[in-house]
């Protein structure tokens, strides 16, 4: 899939199939084990944005260290278009709640490190700029990050794992420590982004808005050892309305579902 900027330039963006089979973890903790996982079961199509809620701690970010291959699960797989993923790899690119930039590198630069770290950045530093456009920080690339706003670092981190071109993106509450009004714009950028770019995109979250608001599916989980309690499908075209009857209808059964009352 081509993606146009504004500049009309282009960048292809894939897309990747996930196949989450029976997986289940714990951690080992002095000396025992702590169950977080336990039995997931999910098939995640390519280009689809899927987004996981539960209670903080049940296993949510963990499940996402898995996909992208940062860790090795206790039992059960992981495919990503019928391959297992047992390792780390750019085709699978992970955003924090934090930033995390270089403090001492400029924006561009921090956008290049994972073309530059696979030797590629010399040949395709156009991919840089084109990046840059697409999350519109093009005006800041000579700006370090101390300079930026925490929505525009956001945007930062982000273009970092776009210009690698990732079959899947993979959101561990990207947006959750920004402030009400910069997080609204940047969930409506992240669901204009991810309609342009066409990459598929598994986010962990605990607003539930922001699910309804980005994905075309929404697990809620259990507490921990975390299983799948119910599956909503949101079946609204983008760009979607806050004031949707229909998705704060979906958000009150979402709460039920997690036990949270309503008015909550």
């Known amino acids: 899939m081509a993606l146009a900027f504004e500049n009309q330039t282009e960048i292809v963006q894939p897309n990747a199939a996930i196949e989450i089979r029976g997986i289940s973890h714990h951690f080992h903790i002095a000396g025992s084990h702590l169950p977080v996982l336990d039995g997931i079961d999910l098939a995640v199509a390519p280009?689809?944005?899927?987004?996981?809620l539960g209670p903080s701690g049940c296993g949510k970010s963990t499940l996402l260290r898995l996909v992208a291959g940062l860790e090795r699960p206790t039992a059960g797989s992981i495919l990503m278009d019928g391959v297992s993923v047992d390792r780390p790899d750019p085709s699978r690119m992970l955003v924090f709640q934090d930033p995390t930039l270089f403090p001492w590198l400029n924006v561009w630069k921090n956008v290049a490190t994972g073309l530059d770290a696979r030797g590629l950045l010399k040949e395709q530093r156009g991919?840089?700029?084109k990046t840059l456009a697409l999350v519109r920080l093009e005006k800041f690339a000579a700006a370090l990050p101390h300079q930026l706003s925490g929505g525009m670092a956001q945007r930062a981190s982000?273009?970092?794992?776009?210009v690698n071109d990732p079959a899947l993106l993979l959101l561990d509450e990207p947006l959750g420590k920004l402030d009400s009004l910069t997080r609204m714009t940047l969930q409506d950028e992240l669901a204009s982004l991810w309609r342009r770019a066409g990459f598929t995109a598994l986010l962990v979250t605990h607003d539930i808005e922001e699910a309804l608001l980005l994905a075309s599916r929404v697990v809620a989980l259990t507490?921990?050892?975390?299983?799948i309690k119910q599956i909503f499908n949101v079946d609204k075209s983008y760009p979607r309305q806050r004031d949707d009857p229909d998705l704060i209808g979906m958000r009150g059964r979402i709460l039920a579902t997690l036990g949270i009352e309503r008015a909550a």
């Not at 280009?47 to 996981?52: H, I, N, R």
């Not at 507490?223 to 299983?227: F, I």
Request: hydrophobic residues 55%.
């Open 47 to 52: 280009g689809e944005f899927v987004a996981l």
């Open 127 to 129: 991919r840089v700029d």
């Open 158 to 162: 982000l273009a970092r794992a776009l």
């Open 223 to 227: 507490d921990r050892p975390a299983r």
